[in-house]
C-alpha cells in the first residue's frame, strides 16, 4: 500500500500502482468525470500513469490553469493529427499551450495556409475528437525515437531528440499520430468539444531568424460549446475596448517618433482625466495623512549607487548623460530621492510615521520591440508615496494602505482582483534576502493577517519577495477578463539601511525606520490603459474628459447658450459646446461617439422656459430642467467622489 496525501491535509491509503483517474473515481464518479489530469507529487501527470510511492496529490480540472495547460496541450496534438491527415508530409515544430489556448508550428513544404484554409482543419479536428481515442504515454530510447522521426522524415523533431538524454524520452500517441512529447495528456479526445482556430502567424524555428520560417497557427479549445461562445463574445469586445483604439478614437494621447517611442503625449482630453485621478489620489492622501513632496526627475550617478539601483538596475535605466565631469542619470524610481528628503527633515519618534507622496515621474528603458501602448511604455508617472514607520506602527501603516486600495476598488467597480503576496525563503537569508530573519517573521506575519481579515483574494508565493523586504503584486482584471498588474506594495528592510536613515527613539537612541513602498493607482499611463478598457470610454461623469455637450438646434440660441456654459464653468463642469452649423440630430450622434456623459438641448422652447432638455450618454431623454438644477446636480454627483 502506499499513502496519499490530499491538498486539504487528508491521508489515504491505496494499491501500490494505483493511478490518479482511480483515485478520482474512489472519491467520485462525477469528478472523475471532470478531472483532466494531477499533480503527483508537484509535477503534472497523465491520469493513467501509475503512482508507485508516498505522494502528494491534487486532482486538476477545467477550473486549474494546469488543467486547462494540459487540455490546450492535448488540443495542439489533435491539430497536429488533423493536419497530418489534411496535408500529408507535413512536419512539425513545437506545439505548446499558452495563456489562452495552444500553438503549433509547422512545416507545409511549399503550401501557404490562409484563414479560409481554418475551418476545415477545425472540422478534421472535431471529427477526430468524436472517436474518443486515448492520449498514450510510451518511453523510448533515443535510438528508437531517431529512427521514428528518420523514417517520418522530421528533421525538427530529429533536431530536438539530439538534444535529448537517452532514457527521459517519450511518445504519446492518439490513434495513428504520434509525438515527441513530455506530457502529460488528457485521458482521451472526447474531452474536446468545442474548437476553434484563431489564426495564422510566421515564426522562425527555434525563434532564430537565420532559420526556416514556420506557420505557426494558434487555436482554442472548450470542455463545452457554450464556454467557447463566451469566449468569442468576449474577443470581439475586448477588439471594442482595446485601449490603443479608444485612446486614439477618444483623443486619450498620442506618440510622436521624434519625441521617442513609449514616451506618451497627453492629448487635452487624457490631461483632464490625469487632473481628476491626481485630484482623487491628493484627497486620499491628505486624509489619510500623507504629505507632498516634488523631487527632481535625475540625479546623480552616486545616488543610485547608494541605492543599489547602479550597477544592478542599469539595464532598465536610460544611459547616463555627463555634465561638469559627472554622470546624470533620469530617475528609475522615485525611493531615493523621497529617501533624501527624510534625511532632511526631523526625525523624533514623534515626527513617525511620516508618509511623502508624489506623483513622480520615472524613466525605464524598455526594449522598442516590447512597448505597447500605454502598458508598456519608458516615461511613468507614479502615484508613488513612501511611509517611514516604526516596527510598532507597520501593522497599522499596512491596514491602511490596504484599506486605500479597497475604497479605490470601490470607487472605479474593480470587483475582480486578487493581491500576490511574495515572501522570503529563510534557507536564502544573507545572500537572496537581506539577513534580518525576525523582521521577515514579523513582517510576513502581519501583512498575512491584515490580508485575511479583510477577507482580500490573495495568493502566496514562497521565495518571490524583494531582497530587501515581502512585497505584494496587485493584479487587478478588466470586464473582458484582462489581467494587469496594477501596483507593487513593498515592505523595505534595507534602503533605510543604505541611506543612514534614523530617528531618535523614546530612549533618545538612534534607529532604523521601516519603509512601505506603496502606488496604489499605479502610473497614469497604466492606469489609464486599464481605465479605457474597463469602462470602453464610458467613463463616469467625474472622469470623463468632458462631461457636458452643449448642443443648440440652431445658431438663434448662441446667447442662451453662453448664458448656460457661465453657470457649467461655475460649478467647474467641463463642457463642449457644438456651434456648427449641423443638425441636432448629427450633433447628438457625435457627442454620443465621444461618450460625453450628458448633452443639453437647447431650442426654442427651452430658451422661453429658461429651462434646459437633458439626454444622457446612451440612456435618452431625461426631460427638462433649470440650469442651476441640472449644474447642481451634475456638482453632486462628482463631488460625491472627492468627499
Ligand atoms: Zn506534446
Ligand atoms: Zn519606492
Known amino acids: 500500500m502506499i499513502k496519499i496525501t490530499f491538498p486539504d491535509g487528508h491521508v489515504r491509503e491505496y494499491e501500490n500502482g494505483v493511478t490518479s483517474m482511480e483515485i478520482a473515481k474512489s472519491i467520485s464518479e462525477g469528478l472523475a468525470r471532470k478531472t483532466l489530469s494531477a499533480e503527483v507529487n508537484g509535477e503534472v501527470w497523465d491520469l493513467a500513469r501509475p503512482i508507485t510511492t508516498d505522494a502528494t496529490i491534487r486532482l486538476l480540472t477545467w477550473d486549474d490553469e494546469k488543467g486547462k495547460s494540459t487540455f490546450w496541450h492535448s488540443s495542439a496534438h489533435l ?49 477526430l475528437a468524436k472517436r474518443n481515442v486515448a492520449f498514450s504515454r510510451k518511453s523510448v530510447s533515443k535510438k528508437e525515437a531517431l529512427q521514428y522521426f528518420t523514417d517520418k522524415g522530421d528533421q525538427y523533431k530529429l533536431e530536438l531528440i539530439n538534444n535529448l538524454e537517452d532514457g527521459s524520452i517519450t511518445f504519446y500517441s492518439q490513434g495513428d499520430f504520434v509525438d515527441l512529447c513530455r506530457g502529460p495528456h488528457i485521458p482521451d479526445t472526447s474531452f474536446i468539444k468545442a474548437i476553434k482556430l484563431l489564426n495564422i502567424a510566421g515564426a522562425y524555428w527555434r525563434g532564430d531568424e537565420k532559420n526556416k520560417m514556420l506557420t505557426r497557427i494558434y487555436g482554442i479549445t472548450f470542455p463545452k460549446q457554450s464556454e467557447l461562445d463566451a469566449y468569442l463574445v468576449m474577443l470581439e469586445e475586448a477588439k471594442k475596448r482595446d485601449h490603443r483604439k479608444l485612446g486614439k478614437e477618444l483623443e486619450i494621447y498620442t506618440t510622436d517618433d521624434e519625441v521617442g517611442q513609449g514616451l506618451i503625449l497627453w492629448l487635452p482630453n487624457g490631461a483632464a482625466m490625469i487632473e481628476q485621478l491626481e485630484k482623487l489620489a ?15 526627475h535625475i540625479a546623480k550617478e552616486n545616488l543610485y549607487l547608494t541605492s543599489g539601483h ?19 542619470y533620469l530617475r528609475a524610481m522615485n525611493c531615493p530621492h523621497h529617501h533624501k528628503i527624510f534625511g532632511a527633515l526631523p526625525k523624533s519618534y514623534r515626527d513617525l510615521p511620516l508618509r511623502l507622496a508624489e506623483y513622480g515621474m520615472c524613466y525605464r528603458y524598455e526594449e522598442s520591440g516590447s512597448l505597447f501602448g500605454l502598458m508598456r511604455v519608458r516615461g511613468l508617472n507614479m502615484n508613488d508615496a513612501h511611509i517611514y514607520c516604526t516596527e510598532e506602527q507597520f501593522e497599522q501603516e499596512f491596514r491602511a494602505v490596504n484599506d486605500m486600495y479597497l475604497n479605490y476598488f470601490n470607487i472605479f467597480g474593480i470587483d475582480k482582483y486578487v493581491m500576490r503576496f511574495s515572501t522570503h525563503e529563510p534557507s536564502k537569508l544573507g545572500q537572496k534576502y537581506v539577513n534580518e530573519p525576525a523582521l521577515w517573521k514579523k513582517t510576513e506575519d502581519l501583512v498575512r493577517d491584515v490580508l485575511i481579515k479583510s477577507k482580500i483574494p490573495y495568493v502566496e508565493v514562497a521565495d518571490e519577495a524583494a531582497f530587501y523586504g ?174
Not at 93 to 114: E, M, R, T
Not at 283 to 288: L, M, Q
Not at 314 to 320: F, I, K, L, T
Not at 629 to 640: C, L
Open 79 to 127: 491539430m497536429a493529427e488533423a493536419l497530418e491527415v489534411l496535408y500529408p508530409g507535413v512536419k512539425f515544430g513545437i506545439g505548446p499551450p499558452i495563456d489562452h489556448g495552444f500553438y503549433y508550428d509547422v512545416d507545409l513544404g511549399g503550401k501557404v495556409l490562409s484563414a479560409e484554409d481554418l475551418p476545415k482543419i477545425e472540422e478534421k479536428m472535431k471529427e
Open 282 to 296: 491628493k484627497r486620499n492622501e491628505e486624509k489619510a495623512g500623507y504629505v507632498r513632496v516634488k523631487t527632481p
Open 310 to 328: 547602479l550597477p544592478y538596475y542599469a539595464e532598465s535605466m536610460y544611459p547616463p548623460m555627463e555634465m561638469e565631469g559627472v554622470k546624470y
Open 470 to 643: 515581502p512585497k505584494i503584486d496587485v493584479q487587478i482584471y478588466s470586464v473582458i477578463g484582462r489581467e494587469f498588474t496594477l501596483a507593487t506594495n513593498q515592505v523595505d528592510f534595507a534602503q533605510p539601511l543604505r541611506f543612514g536613515l534614523t530617528y531618535m527613539d523614546k530612549d533618545n537612541q538612534p534607529k532604523t525606520p521601516l519603509c512601505i513602498h506603496r502606488a496604489p493607482l499605479g502610473t497614469h499611463e497604466r492606469f489609464i490603459g486599464f481605465l479605457l478598457e474597463h469602462y470602453a470610454g464610458k467613463f463616469p461623469t467625474w472622469l470623463a474628459p468632458v462631461q457636458v455637450a452643449v448642443l443648440p438646434i440652431s445658431d438663434k440660441y448662441n446667447d442662451y447658450c453662453a448664458e448656460l456654459i457661465n453657470v457649467l464653468k461655475n460649478h467647474e463642469i467641463r463642457i463642449f459646446f457644438d456651434n456648427r452649423a449641423e443638425k441636432i440630430g448629427r450633433k447628438i450622434r457625435d457627442a454620443e461617439v465621444k461618450k460625453i456623459p450628458y448633452m443639453l438641448i437647447v431650442g426654442e422652447q427651452e430658451q422661453t422656459s429658461g429651462t434646459v432638455s437633458i439626454r444622457k450618454q446612451g440612456e435618452g431623454d431625461q426631460g427638462s430642467m433649470t440650469i442651476a438644477a441640472f449644474a447642481g446636480m451634475v456638482e453632486k454627483e462628482v463631488k460625491s467622489i472627492f468627499q
